[in-house]
């Protein structure tokens, strides 16, 4: 069951470690078909027909791709996020205790603690660096087994597999080495400057772990970070080999949305917002025309969903559970931690339709709280149209996550089909038109 787009999945997440990374390696796919950067402290000078990016922090991006004929144009937006659980390095990170260098680190997001133990990690992140007065940043990935983090014995814990606890201030704390030298001065050469010109860091830890497939026809993938570069490459791939003359198609993907999203550069930020207002004044649109463009835009939020559990389908929904290689599932939640509706998911539904890609519903068992997604945090600040969707994984937040190989494939079309559609609005009655 190996495909193309499974193989360049895993090398995508390879090289993304970290959100800088990440972004760093959307705008390496952008840069090669032809995508001109932009700046958001500049006017963006844009022309019909052209295809333009720009970031925010350097972990999130908003790519656009502009069409021709736009007399009543709209925007056609795809957002999923660039970040994932993990551990972040704490300033003063030094701890030397009993003959052990061991690094301070303090939880980001929801991770599966017992995931993390006995594997080789590693740090990746951005390093602002002085240089001639100016503040610079450095993109570093040490890209080698660099610490772990070594389970208690089961002599010395007989309770281990029963009901295990993690203190986040004791037992998460990985050991990079014996030596008394400072992860400063490790850093320092690791990026070949003097130690005194490093300014700080936002360093994460990551299991320094290929991805892989597995099963008896190689139908899973297995990897850090599906959860949500999987939505992120997928989408990226329907984006560029899409093609729409009458829409503006916009491609996103934000950080930190595994802790809230509450950023500048988070979904519950003005970066949208202010970049599809630059788009429609660069266009020469005024205000009434941006207005009425959003009134007929939609937003997919691609984040993955949970497939059921082998061992465990008493957690999930009878009839809204979901399964791996089955499709791109289109979750719903009445409490609109999914913002997914009647009207977006139909919508949607004909887009995979037209792309002749299966879908399926997710819901949460009632009673069982879930979490959130870009989808509902980004409509506080441009109220369009959106629906819910993702791919179905198993092991979410946990250090090696698995989904299926034939999902990729689904998604990249339906949101190729999606970017390529017209979404035209009459008299409260919705048309998807090529």
């Not at 019909?48 to 999130?60: D, H, I, Q």
């Not at 690094?103 to 603690?113: D, Q, T």
């Not at 092991?395 to 970017?419: P, Q, R, V, W």
Request: with cysteine.
């Amino acid at each position: 069951m190996v495909n193309a787009i499974s193989k360049n999945l895993l090398s995508f997440i390879k090289n993304s470690p970290s959100s800088f990374h990440c972004v760093a390696s959307i705008k390496k796919i952008l840069n090669r078909e032809g995508f001109i950067e932009l700046y958001e402290n500049e006017d963006f000078k844009i022309i019909r027909g052209g295809k333009y990016y720009v970031t925010r922090n350097e972990s999130s991006i908003i790519a656009f791709n502009v069409g021709e004929v736009l007399d009543n144009y709209s925007f056609n937006v795809v957002a999923s996020h660039s970040d994932c659980p993990s551990f972040k390095v704490k300033p003063n990170s030094d701890i030397y205790v009993n003959g052990y260098h061991k690094i301070n680190v303090e939880a980001y997001g929801g991770m599966l603690c017992s995931t993390w133990f006995d594997k080789p990690l590693s740090l990746a992140g951005r390093v602002i660096v002085e240089e001639d007065d100016k503040l610079v940043s450095k993109l570093i990935d040490f890209d080698k087994n660099l610490l772990s983090l070594p389970s208690v014995p089961i002599h010395f814990n007989r309770q281990a597999n029963e009901n295990a606890t993690y203190s986040l201030a004791n037992d998460m704390f990985p050991t990079i080495g014996i030596e008394n030298i400072s992860l400063k001065e490790i850093i320092a050469k690791k990026i070949e400057v003097d130690s005194d010109k490093i300014i700080n860091y936002d360093l994460y830890l990551y299991p320094h772990q290929d991805g892989y497939f597995w099963g008896n026809n190689d139908e899973f993938i297995a990897s850090f970070k599906l959860d949500d570069l999987q939505c992120a490459y997928t989408t990226l791939m329907g984006f560029i080999r899409s093609n729409n003359t009458h829409n503006v198609s916009v491609y996103c993907c934000f950080d930190n949305e595994e802790v809230g999203s509450t950023t500048r550069q988070g979904a519950n930020s003005t970066f949208l917002e202010d970049t599809l207002k630059k788009i429609s004044y660069g266009l020469n649109k005024n205000e009434n025309q941006h207005i009425n463009a959003l009134a007929t835009s939609m937003m997919i939020s691609a984040d993955n969903a949970h497939a059921i559990h082998p061992n465990h389908s008493e957690l999930y929904d009878m009839q809204n559970n979901v399964k791996i290689n089955e499709g791109i599932v289109i979750k719903f939640n009445a409490a609109q931690s999914y913002t997914s509706d009647s009207i977006s998911s139909s919508i949607f539904q004909k887009i995979c339709k037209n792309a002749n890609v299966p879908y399926q519903f997710y819901t949460n068992k009632s009673g069982i709280r879930g979490g959130g997604t870009l989808g509902n945090i980004s409509a506080t600040h441009v109220s369009i149209l959106s629906v819910d969707i993702g791919l179905a994984q198993l092991a979410m937040h946990s250090s090696c996550e698995s989904s299926g190989t034939l999902d990729n494939e689904y998604m990249a079309s339906a949101i190729k089909e999606f970017f390529s559609s017209y979404i035209s609005l009459d008299n409260h009655n919705y048309s998807v038109k090529k």
